[in-house]
């Protein structure tokens, strides 16, 4: 069993948050790369938005190269993809809510490629552009940092770094800084700018049925406070691993029943029980243990 790494994304974080025994059993005894590769848990809708991010990608790759998709091959892109995802899986669906799936899908494709940002690239208005792998990773501080942006943009005299979620929450504080760790990201990696100052931030999200943009100024005083977010999750997730080396049973449970319902470790975690149940459990082993 291969030791815990450090890293930081905004999935662990996100999990993290959530549950600290899900993050320990997902990232604390294997690397960041391997477990991304585990996808039993995933849902069908899950998947979907995967394949839907994956054929936006590829669509922007071949236009970066001078090629630009049709209708109806980024369709054809989507369905192949989906397909391969539950075949993976094992998973089978009725061919109604298959097709219907992928109606919903091609109608978010469609509404994106109309945003100004996408517009624009397929006019070939801003030459100077490229695709981000958002796997690739930047070595910081003794831990990897997993915050590409999708795109960077050179527009004027700034880079404009975007993400594009195909699901998104509202934009709040917490938000907004797991938005700028892409500008350490960029400032670390060779070849962009290393100055806060030369970036502007973009996120691109499906959320209550329309592509929502938010742009936002980087600054170096508000990069340095998500640095220090990040410094800071490392910091606990590295306590976590470290606890559950000895007992995974002291970390924290998820806060709600519905939160482990669809969790990939519900059956191993709960044993046929429930999660008010489990805490029970634990508060009367904690008490006999302290008598």
């Not at 993050?23 to 294997?30: E, F, G, L, N, V």
């Not at 691109?204 to 800071?232: D, P, Q, Y």
């Amino acid at each position: 069993m291969r030791s815990y790494t450090p890293s930081w994304s905004r999935t662990q974080r996100e999990l993290f948050l959530t549950c600290p025994t899900a993050w320990a059993r997902s990232y604390a005894k294997t690397n960041h790369r391997q477990k991304r590769g585990n996808m039993n848990h995933i849902r069908p809708w899950d998947l979907l938005l995967r394949s839907l991010k994956a054929t936006v990608i590829e669509q922007l790759e071949a236009l970066r190269n001078g090629t630009e998709w049709t209708t109806a091959v980024a369709e054809l892109s989507l369905r192949g993809l989906f397909r391969d995802q539950l075949r993976t899986l094992d998973l089978s669906m009725a061919h109604p809510q298959f097709e219907a799936m992928l109606l919903v899908a091609n109608h978010r494709m469609k509404l994106l490629w109309r945003t100004d940002v996408m517009v624009q690239l397929k006019r070939g208005v801003h030459p100077q552009w490229t695709v981000l792998d958002r796997m690739d990773s930047e070595h910081i501080e003794g831990f990897d940092l997993f915050a590409s942006p999708d795109l960077a943009i050179k527009i004027q005299a700034k880079w404009h770094v975007i993400r594009l979620d195909m699901q998104s929450a509202k934009m709040n504080d917490s938000q907004r800084l797991e938005a700028l760790a892409m500008i350490v990201w960029t400032t670390h990696r060779h070849g962009l700018p290393a100055l806060a100052e030369q970036y502007v931030v973009k996120t691109i999200g499906w959320r209550k049925g329309a592509w929502l943009l938010h742009t936002f100024e980087s600054t170096e005083h508000e990069v340095l406070i998500a640095k220090a977010m990040i410094r800071h999750d490392v910091k606990e997730m590295k306590r976590c691993a470290e606890t559950s080396n000895h007992s995974i049973e002291s970390l924290p449970l998820a806060q709600k029943q519905d939160i482990c319902d669809k969790c990939q470790f519900k059956s191993t975690c709960l044993n046929g029980g429930t999660l008010e149940s489990l805490k029970r459990k634990r508060i009367l082993s904690l008490a006999s243990s302290s008598n």
